[in-house]
């Protein structure tokens, strides 16, 4: 039951070929993942003026040039 039937005219080369593409597009989708979760926290970090003093109350100038 475990087994699978190869279908015909698939060859080893055929499969090599398929599960190389399956793992580039798992591996793509992964880095994108991962990518934007870093570029999601550094923005979020950036704009948390709350680290600045460590908790206690600090006057902060805000430079907005837009």
Do not use: C, F
């Not at 039951?1 to 070929?17: N, P």
């Not at 793992?23 to 793509?28: G, M």
Request: positive net charge; glycine residues 8%.
């Amino acid at each position: 039951m475990g087994k699978q039937r190869r279908q015909k005219g698939e060859t080893k080369k055929a499969r090599r070929r398929q599960n190389a593409r399956m793992l580039v597009s798992i591996t793509s989708i992964l880095v994108l993942i991962l990518a934007s979760w870093i570029w999601y926290d550094s923005t979020r970090e950036d704009t948390d003026l709350s680290a600045i003093g460590q908790g206690e109350n600090v006057v902060v100038q805000v430079h907005d040039p837009g």
